[in-house]
Antibody, heavy 118, light 109 residues
Framework: QVQLQESGPGLVKPSQTLSLTCTVS??????????WNWIRQHPGRGLEWIGS???????FYNPSLKSRVILSAETSKNQFSLKLTSVTAADTAVYYC??????????WGQGTLVTVSS | DIQLTQSPSFLSASVGDRVTITCRAS??????LAWYQQKPGKAPKLLIY???TLHSGVPSRFSGTGSGTEFTLTISSLQPEDFATYYC???????????FGPGTKVDIK
């Protein structure tokens, strides 16, 4: 059973870069067949897909965030990461990492709250 | 951009009730439609994918139907653990982009 765990700072200052890592256990991100994804949820709101990465390095992003998002994967550590630049208070959210075959998200991390504040 | 709407946005129901939630897409999305259940403070859980395929371990009281622009999630007999918020999600193939519906909260009557 694959498990995903988000980690990173819970507080980021405005204009800085939000950096999160998802550590995968019980499965290899380089085994193929799955995309590795980031999704966020603003407090009390719905879900917003941020972007997806394949182990080969192929990425695709939400057009509304594309200019500020970088996804990367470190297969040797079985981790993938999110960087979101130039953050504002509007980026305050619970950030989830998730695995899926490319059309839906079948396994999720527990989520991590990131607050953007000075 | 493909937009998803859900109706109702909120429903109040009793244990044992049959509950139906509708998800409508602004244009046809074939069957790339999934449903999730989320409880407060928890990550969403996949219930159904490809519009009607039950994810492993999900009780058979959950079912999904639809194609094109209209999809439904049905809970045949609501159980106490089913009180939660339900989201639909679609994939637009080109360019690849996932979108979620706004959610339907199912509360206890």
């Amino acid at each position: 059973q694959v498990q995903l765990q988000e980690s990173g700072p819970g507080l980021v200052k405005p204009s800085q870069t939000l950096s999160l890592t998802c550590t995968v256990s019980g499965g290899s991100i380089s085994s193929g067949g799955y995309y590795w994804n980031w999704i966020r949820q603003h407090p009390g709101r719905g879900l917003e897909w941020i972007g997806s990465i394949y182990y080969s390095g192929s990425t695709f992003y939400n057009p509304s965030l594309k200019s500020r998002v970088i996804l990367s994967a470190e297969t040797s550590k079985n981790q993938f990461s999110l960087k979101l630049t130039s953050v504002t208070a509007a980026d305050t959210a619970v950030y989830y990492c998730a695995r899926g075959p490319g059309t839906y998200f079948e396994s999720w991390g527990q989520g991590t709250l990131v607050t953007v504040s000075s | 951009d493909i937009q998803l709407t859900q109706s109702p946005s909120f429903l109040s129901a009793s244990v044992g009730d049959r509950v139906t939630i509708t998800c409508r897409a602004s244009q046809g999305i074939s069957s790339y439609l999934a449903w999730y259940q989320q409880k407060p403070g928890k990550a969403p859980k996949l219930l159904i994918y490809a519009a009607s395929t039950l994810h492993s371990g999900v009780p058979s009281r959950f079912s999904g139907t639809g194609s094109g622009t209209e999809f439904t999630l049905t809970i045949s007999s609501l159980q106490p653990e089913d009180f939660a918020t339900y989201y639909c999600q679609q994939l637009n193939n080109y360019p690849p982009e996932f979108t979620f519906g706004p959610g339907t909260k199912v509360d206890i009557k």
